[in-house]
């Protein structure tokens, strides 16, 4: 890289000699002995002079890289005062003053010490003085001069990276800049043309070029293309001396790369794709991919896929992966391969960023034919709607056909198939269906007002392949009939004022009807017919579905009369007519001028009356001496039933005899059969009472059975009045106890009560295999000998 390098030392070290050869021409002295002068000589021989000063000084220069075998001579210090006997003794200070530069402070001769670099330090500062040894004093002031150095070319150019890094566009235009190179010499810029640098390219011909002057890198072949060629690697040199043969050069290495242009339409790599898919496939199952290359990248390679044409447009769809740039096939529509075997349809395979600039280079888009193929499968049946409704009376009859749902097997076999309910939608089984034909047909008795709608689910399902079935929602509606009659909307608390008027509103009353009639509902009003005319209240039907309660006539009493029954025939407008009786209650009450309520109770209307308070004390006090006397009373029928009731063992009038016997269990066939209390069917009219034996025996009376009567109280009171009236009851002193349970009950009886009515003997010989705790029970139970025991 230094290839002159020899050469200009030669040169300088030449032109040194030749300064250093040449004599000094012989100085004069000008001035009085008043004015002293000092001398700075150069080699050169030329002598400065300054008046009134002892010093001559100058510029020194000195080349740099100096490689003599002697130190190279700068100057001499020399001034007048110097007699040459030693006397003197010169200094040097300043930049590198004792270091770089030495003197000889008895000649004043300089000399530099070491090699020095322009490039480092290219000018010194140093100031020189003379003193007299003797006196220690300055002969001369200080003087400063300056050395500069002078630059040789030892610095090659260098530029600002190791390696650039660039990119352009591919197709570009011849010319197109690049990158800009920079390259800098340490050497002196106004010395020569050492610092002179020219760029050249080295590497990447003919592709690229550089400006010598600017380092600018253009691009030198058109059309350049990524798909071809992405990466270039080109070396650029910058040289010193401008160029010129023995100027010292650097390198540096640009990689260039060619960006991406959407220059490449796609293209698919085969004109058809065929593909298979069953007929069962669900809407939105893919089918396969596809895809269209493009050799450009990044977004100029991003395709759009869509459906052009074909029979299958409408069932297929195709939708891109943004990822992988496929095109996906989808399912569209529910497949039938009943309906069609085989569709076609062809696909378009788009750029989403075409560039105008290269439209001539053809359409930027391709397509391709796709096949579609379905699959034969063995479908469940299918139904003719999707889902049915049935309208039907609320009083239609048991067995009645409301409806019929109808499903076919869709495949070529058609299988027969079979009608079932889902119990799990009617759990009531309210209906039914018949499995052959599909007909539903009502199973209990409907009610709308308990549930006006019922949604079952019915399965058909292929006999020859129960797997395969499906099911259809059947929403049935219940349709109302006028069944039920209109009521009391509420239940009314009425009164009326003891000073009310004749025609006075007293109750405004309303009706509801569990019935929903399509015209809406229509209410009546009216007296029942047995009080048409009613003394004391009417009913005026206001039109609106309400009726208001008014008086016949002038005051009313709560001492005569104070709680009126009104009944009230309300019917409807519906078919068949529907209507009932409400009983209105009407209290009459103490009201204030206005009409406003005070008192209706029987407390308020003694107080009317005028009882003082001493009269209801007095009242109370009764009150209370008769429960005194209750008491007493009470307490001595207590006493006299702990008196003994015989006092003479000879006396056996009316003894109470008390026996400590439980009777004979089961087996006592003579004690109380206790059955007929509890099934009162089971008494036979002709039994006769086991505990006492009449004198004489009567017929016993046959009575109707009235334990079919509700009313328990009315049945207890008509047997008390048997009893009484029956000639074989028991004793005046003995209680005959019922316990009425009514009918008896499916499972019968669990009580071994009745254990002697049964048929037969039972087998306890299980009790066996019940292990060792039930041993003594077994050997009671468990065999004839038992029995016999």
């Given at each position: 890289?230094?290839?002159?390098?020899?050469?200009s030392?030669?040169?300088?070290?030449?032109?040194?000699?030749?300064?250093?050869m040449?004599?000094?021409?012989?100085?004069?002295?000008?001035?009085?002995?008043?004015?002293?002068?000092?001398?700075?000589?150069?080699?050169?021989?030329?002598t400065l002079?300054r008046?009134?000063?002892?010093?001559?000084?100058?510029?020194?220069?000195?080349?740099?890289e100096?490689?003599g075998?002697?130190?190279?001579?700068?100057?001499?210090?020399?001034?007048?005062?110097?007699?040459?006997?030693?006397?003197?003794?010169?200094?040097?200070?300043?930049?590198?003053?004792?270091?770089l530069?030495?003197?000889?402070?008895?000649?004043?001769?300089?000399?530099?010490?070491?090699?020095?670099?322009?490039?480092?330090?290219?000018?010194?500062?140093l100031?020189?003085?003379?003193i007299?040894?003797?006196?220690?004093r300055?002969?001369?002031p200080?003087?400063?001069f300056?050395?500069?150095?002078?630059?040789?070319n030892?610095?090659?150019p260098?530029?600002?990276?190791?390696?650039?890094?660039?990119?352009?566009?591919?197709?570009?235009?011849?010319?197109?800049?690049?990158?800009q190179?920079?390259a800098?010499?340490?050497?002196?810029?106004?010395?020569?043309?050492?610092?002179?640098?020219?760029?050249s390219?080295?590497?990447?011909?003919p592709?690229?070029?550089?400006?010598?002057e600017?380092?600018?890198?253009k691009?030198?072949?058109?059309?350049?293309?990524?798909?071809?060629?992405?990466?270039?690697?080109?070396?650029?040199?910058?040289?010193?001396?401008?160029?010129?043969?023995?100027g010292?050069?650097?390198?540096?290495?640009v990689n260039?790369?060619?960006?991406d242009v959407?220059?490449n339409?796609?293209?698919?790599?085969?004109?058809?794709?065929?593909?298979?898919?069953?007929?069962?496939?669900?809407?939105?199952?893919?089918?396969?991919?596809?895809?269209?290359?493009?050799?450009?990248?990044g977004?100029?390679?991003?395709?759009?896929?869509s459906?052009s044409?074909?029979?299958?447009?409408?069932?297929?769809?195709?939708i891109?992966?943004?990822?992988?740039?496929?095109?996906?096939?989808?399912?569209k529509?529910?497949?039938?391969?009943?309906?069609?075997?085989?569709?076609?349809l062809?696909?378009?395979?788009?750029?989403?960023?075409?560039?105008?600039?290269?439209?001539?280079?053809?359409?930027?888009?391709?397509?391709?034919?796709?096949?579609v193929?379905?699959?034969?499968?063995?479908?469940?049946?299918?139904?003719?709607?999707?889902?049915?409704?049935?309208?039907?009376?609320?009083?239609?009859?048991?067995?009645?056909i409301i409806?019929?749902?109808?499903?076919?097997?869709p495949?070529?076999t058609?299988?027969?198939?079979?009608y079932?309910?889902?119990?799990?939608?009617?759990?009531?089984?309210?209906?039914?269906?018949?499995?052959?034909?599909?007909?539903?047909?009502?199973?209990?008795?409907?009610?709308?007002e308990?549930?006006?709608?019922?949604?079952?689910?019915v399965?058909?399902?292929?006999?020859?392949?129960p797997k395969?079935?499906?099911?259809?929602?059947v929403?049935?509606?219940?349709?109302?009939?006028?069944?039920?009659?209109?009521?009391?909307?509420?239940?009314y608390?009425?009164?009326?004022?003891?000073?009310?008027?004749?025609?006075?509103?007293?109750?405004?009353?309303?009706?509801?009807?569990?019935?929903?009639?399509?015209?809406?509902?229509?209410?009546?009003?009216?007296?029942?017919p047995?009080?048409?005319?009613?003394?004391?209240f009417?009913?005026?039907?206001?039109k609106?579905?309400?009726?208001g309660?008014?008086?016949?006539?002038?005051?009313?009493?709560?001492?005569?009369?104070?709680?009126?029954?009104?009944?009230v025939?309300?019917f409807d407008?519906?078919?068949?007519?529907?209507s009932?009786t409400?009983?209105?209650?009407?209290?009459?009450c103490?009201?204030?001028?206005?009409?406003?309520?005070?008192?209706?109770n029987?407390?308020?209307l003694l107080?009317?009356?005028?009882?003082?308070?001493?009269?209801?004390?007095?009242?109370?006090?009764?009150?209370?001496?008769?429960?005194?006397?209750?008491?007493?009373?009470a307490?001595?029928?207590?006493?006299?039933k702990k008196?003994?009731?015989?006092?003479?063992?000879?006396?056996?009038?009316?003894?109470?005899?008390?026996?400590?016997?439980?009777?004979?269990?089961?087996?006592d066939?003579?004690a109380?059969?206790?059955?007929?209390?509890?099934?009162?069917?089971?008494?036979?009219d002709?039994?006769?009472?086991?505990d006492v034996?009449?004198?004489?025996?009567?017929?016993?009376?046959?009575?109707?059975?009235?334990?079919?009567?509700?009313?328990?109280?009315?049945?207890?009171?008509?047997?008390?009045?048997?009893?009484?009236?029956?000639?074989?009851?028991?004793?005046?002193?003995s209680?005959?106890?019922?316990?009425?349970?009514?009918?008896?009950?499916?499972?019968?009886?669990?009580?071994?009560?009745e254990?002697?009515?049964?048929?037969?003997?039972?087998?306890?010989?299980?009790?066996?295999?019940?292990?060792?705790?039930?041993k003594?029970?077994?050997?009671?139970?468990?065999?004839?000998d038992?029995?016999?025991?």
């Amino acid at each position: 890289m230094r290839t002159c390098y020899c050469l200009s030392f030669l040169f300088w070290t030449y032109m040194l000699h030749v300064v250093h050869m040449t004599p000094s021409p012989k100085r004069t002295t000008k001035y009085s002995q008043n004015e002293r002068i000092l001398g700075f000589s150069q080699d050169d021989g030329k002598t400065l002079h300054r008046s009134k000063r002892g010093w001559m000084w100058n510029q020194f220069f000195l080349l740099e890289e100096y490689t003599g075998p002697d130190t190279q001579y700068v100057g001499k210090l020399h001034t007048d005062q110097d007699k040459g006997d030693g006397n003197l003794k010169y200094i040097l200070t300043g930049d590198g003053a004792g270091s770089l530069f030495i003197i000889n402070e008895n000649t004043g001769d300089i000399h530099a010490a070491k090699k020095l670099d322009r490039e480092e330090k290219s000018l010194y500062v140093l100031r020189a003085k003379a003193i007299d040894r003797k006196t220690g004093r300055q002969v001369e002031p200080e003087s400063e001069f300056i050395i500069k150095i002078h630059d040789i070319n030892d610095n090659e150019p260098k530029f600002t990276k190791d390696m650039y890094i660039a990119r352009v566009p591919e197709m570009s235009e011849v010319g197109t800049s690049v990158i800009q190179v920079t390259a800098t010499d340490s050497d002196d810029a106004n010395y020569g043309n050492s610092a002179k640098v020219v760029y050249s390219i080295l590497q990447g011909q003919p592709y690229f070029s550089v400006d010598p002057e600017t380092g600018i890198i253009k691009t030198a072949l058109p059309d350049m293309s990524r798909e071809n060629r992405e990466q270039y690697q080109v070396v650029i040199q910058a040289k010193d001396m401008g160029g010129q043969m023995g100027g010292l050069s650097g390198t540096t290495t640009v990689n260039i790369t060619l960006t991406d242009v959407n220059d490449n339409p796609p293209r698919f790599p085969q004109s058809t794709y065929q593909f298979s898919s069953p007929e069962s496939a669900s809407l939105g199952t893919s089918l396969g991919r596809i895809k269209a290359n493009d050799l450009d990248v990044g977004e100029n390679a991003e395709i759009e896929y869509s459906i052009s044409k074909g029979d299958g447009s409408d069932m297929f769809d195709i939708i891109t992966d943004k990822d992988t740039q496929e095109g996906i096939i989808t399912i569209k529509k529910q497949l039938d391969f009943e309906n069609k075997m085989m569709y076609s349809l062809r696909v378009e395979a788009a750029n989403t960023h075409p560039d105008p600039r290269f439209f001539h280079l053809g359409p930027f888009k391709d397509t391709a034919l796709i096949k579609v193929s379905v699959e034969d499968i063995d479908e469940p049946p299918m139904f003719s709607r999707s889902s049915y409704i049935i309208e039907v009376d609320e009083d239609s009859k048991e067995g009645t056909i409301i409806g019929q749902v109808i499903a076919q097997d869709p495949d070529t076999t058609k299988n027969a198939i079979k009608y079932s309910v889902d119990r799990h939608t009617d759990l009531d089984r309210i209906f039914n269906i018949y499995s052959g034909n599909g007909s539903i047909f009502i199973s209990k008795p409907l009610d709308r007002e308990e549930n006006p709608w019922h949604n079952i689910t019915v399965i058909a399902t292929e006999i020859n392949n129960p797997k395969q079935s499906s099911q259809i929602p059947v929403f049935i509606r219940i349709l109302d009939i006028n069944d039920h009659a209109p009521e009391f909307a509420k239940y009314y608390e009425t009164f009326v004022c003891e000073n009310a008027k004749a025609g006075q509103l007293v109750q405004t009353v309303s009706a509801v009807d569990k019935d929903e009639p399509p015209r809406g509902h229509k209410f009546f009003f009216e007296l029942v017919p047995e009080f048409a005319v009613h003394p004391n209240f009417s009913v005026v039907d206001n039109k609106d579905n309400t009726a208001g309660i008014l008086t016949r006539r002038n005051g009313y009493s709560r001492s005569k009369m104070s709680t009126y029954l009104l009944p009230v025939l309300i019917f409807d407008n519906d078919y068949p007519i529907q209507s009932s009786t409400g009983t209105l209650t009407i209290r009459v009450c103490a009201c204030d001028s206005r009409g406003n309520m005070q008192s209706c109770n029987a407390e308020a209307l003694l107080l009317s009356a005028g009882l003082s308070t001493g009269a209801l004390i007095a009242i109370l006090l009764c009150i209370i001496i008769l429960l005194v006397l209750v008491v007493l009373f009470a307490a001595l029928k207590r006493q006299r039933k702990k008196e003994p009731l015989i006092i003479s063992k000879d006396d056996v009038r009316d003894n109470i005899v008390t026996y400590n016997d439980e009777g004979g269990g089961e087996e006592d066939t003579q004690a109380f059969d206790i059955g007929t209390l509890r099934n009162p069917e089971a008494r036979e009219d002709s039994k006769m009472r086991r505990d006492v034996i009449p004198e004489t025996i009567f017929q016993i009376r046959r009575t109707a059975p009235l334990w079919e009567n509700i009313d328990v109280q009315d049945f207890i009171q008509r047997r008390l009045k048997e009893n009484d009236l029956d000639p074989t009851a028991p004793p005046y002193d003995s209680l005959a106890t019922y316990a009425y349970e009514g009918n008896d009950s499916i499972a019968n009886s669990l009580s071994s009560l009745e254990s002697l009515t049964m048929d037969g003997n039972q087998d306890y010989d299980y009790l066996s295999d019940w292990g060792p705790r039930f041993k003594k029970l077994a050997d009671m139970y468990g065999g004839d000998d038992s029995d016999r025991d």
